[in-house]
């Protein structure tokens, strides 16, 4: 049986990690999935990455790290996720995984210039995203929990765009059939948000207060995630 994949691109704050556990955690709680056959793959210990004939789907994680570093890590996965898109592997990339995905197909990735965005923010889809199958029938607008300094500043030229909000005018886009990328967290709970919160509270100037009073839940943008599992679980049944 074929594997969904998910590439840990980081580990989360030492905190944080031993509250609530870590990434990969998170993604599978969202996924609510028994159906897959899951592996994780912790890419910053050791580059492996999966022969074609065993994925069932991908999913690459956030990270602290930042994509315009170029790490030896990250340029291996930004080199093997054309493959992916060209094999029609469902492919969804969360934060640094949305840049890297960008980055990786002709667009360009970097330092947002309003800085970082945090906390539950809205999001507005686009109307290309009545169609498309992880957003459709989902509201226009809904919240969102949200941490990132770097953001797609340009879109892939083939790319096509399904969400955005004030600050960042590409949240959501998919390449090809079924690749995507979200710069929104869909695997956050409140609780984690809040740890994240608190956290970069420690070294930048943010207002820890008022970004927590406004935490809020955020069932659309988990529901992203557990539709991705949906996606690739019915890509193993017609394989």
Known sequence: M???F???AGITFENTKKSYKDFDTWV?????NQNLDIEVIHIQEKIYLPELDTIAGVVITGSHSMVTDEESWSVAIEKWIPILIKNEIPLLGICYGHQLLGKSMGGVSGYHANGIEIGSVEITLSK??????LFKGIPKSFMAH?????SVL?????SINLAYNKHDKNHAFRL?????GV????EYNEEIMKSYIEEVGKSKNIPVEELIKNIEKTPYANLVLKRFGEIVEEEVKND
Not at 28 to 32: N, T
Not at 183 to 186: L, S
Request: overall charge positive; charged content about 35%.
């Open 28 to 32: 599978v709680d969202k996924l609510d």
């Open 154 to 158: 340009e879109l892939p030229k083939s």
């Open 128 to 133: 290309n995203a009545k169609d498309d199958i």
């Open 176 to 180: 090809g059939k079924n690749a995507w």
């Open 2 to 4: 074929k594997k969904l």
């Open 183 to 186: 710069q929104f967290h869909p």
């Open 6 to 8: 998910i590439i840990k």
């Open 146 to 150: 949200t941490i990132h300094s770097q």
